[in-house]
């Protein structure tokens, strides 16, 4: 699982840091905020650990800013904080899981086992909906546990969306992933994604008004 850490003390990151690699996760590690969100913008993650109260960004600020920008990742907040108001935003963001400091490593890593498992993020099975799931191992987009027949572009575009569930995926991506480069226009795109969504059983494929479309990522299985 690819892992993005937020946690200014030095000591208590490395210590996270260095035990998440030993259960296997891949994690990159931030002390500030700002450039967490940076990183953010540009890559994908399976989960985020942030503490509250670091430079730049706060941990909060940042959810609420990934949030915006259609960035919703699950999230667990490792931090200080007692203000009862400050914990209340973190569940109004969205936050999965809140751990107190000071706290065991070994409990961080039984709460990131329960947020994985109630966002049903198999390694290769990515969940879309209720019935829907994609198989990016092979490529398969199933439904009640029954492979779709799709067409080449159909499975381009699903492959695309599926890989990047809570991010918006633009119509240059689509132009550069599904048409291999050739220029097509806005309206080409709306057209096939449309037909493409009238195919399918459950509406799970979001139009973002003017910038592209996405899948979100279920909070439940």
């Not at 000591?11 to 967490?36: P, Q």
């Given at each position: 699982m690819k892992i993005?850490?937020?946690?200014?003390?030095?000591?208590?990151?490395?210590?996270?840091?260095?035990?998440?690699?030993?259960?296997?996760?891949?994690?990159?590690?931030?002390?500030?905020?700002?450039?967490?969100?940076?990183?953010?913008?540009?890559?994908?993650?399976?989960?985020l650990i942030l503490d509250i109260n670091v430079p730049g960004i706060d941990g909060l600020d940042l959810l609420e800013q990934l949030h915006a920008l259609k960035i919703r990742p699950p999230a667990i907040y490792i931090s200080a904080l007692v203000d009862i108001e400050g914990i209340s935003r973190a569940y109004d963001l969205g936050c999965y899981?809140?751990?107190?400091k000071p706290f065991h490593l070994k409990e961080l890593a039984l709460r990131i086992d329960k947020v994985m498992q109630s966002c049903a993020i198999p390694q290769n099975h990515l969940r879309l909906s209720k019935s829907y799931g994609y198989d990016a191992s092979t490529s398969t987009l199933m439904?009640?546990?029954v492979t779709q027949t799709l067409t080449k572009r159909q499975l381009q575009i699903i492959d695309l969306l599926a890989r990047n569930r809570g991010r918006v995926v633009d119509f240059d991506q689509f132009r550069a992933y599904v048409w291999d480069e050739e220029y097509v226009d806005n309206a080409t795109i709306r057209a096939e994604v449309s037909r493409f969504k009238k195919s399918l059983k459950e509406d799970f494929i979001q139009n973002i008004r003017a910038l592209g479309y996405m899948i979100d990522i279920p909070r439940t299985q």
């Open positions: 993005l850490l937020l946690e200014d003390e030095q000591m208590l990151s490395e210590a996270i840091h260095e035990y998440l690699l030993s259960l296997g996760h891949r994690v990159e590690l931030f002390f500030d905020g700002a450039e967490a969100l940076d990183a953010l913008k540009k890559e994908t993650f399976d989960l899981d809140y751990l107190k439904c009640d546990n």
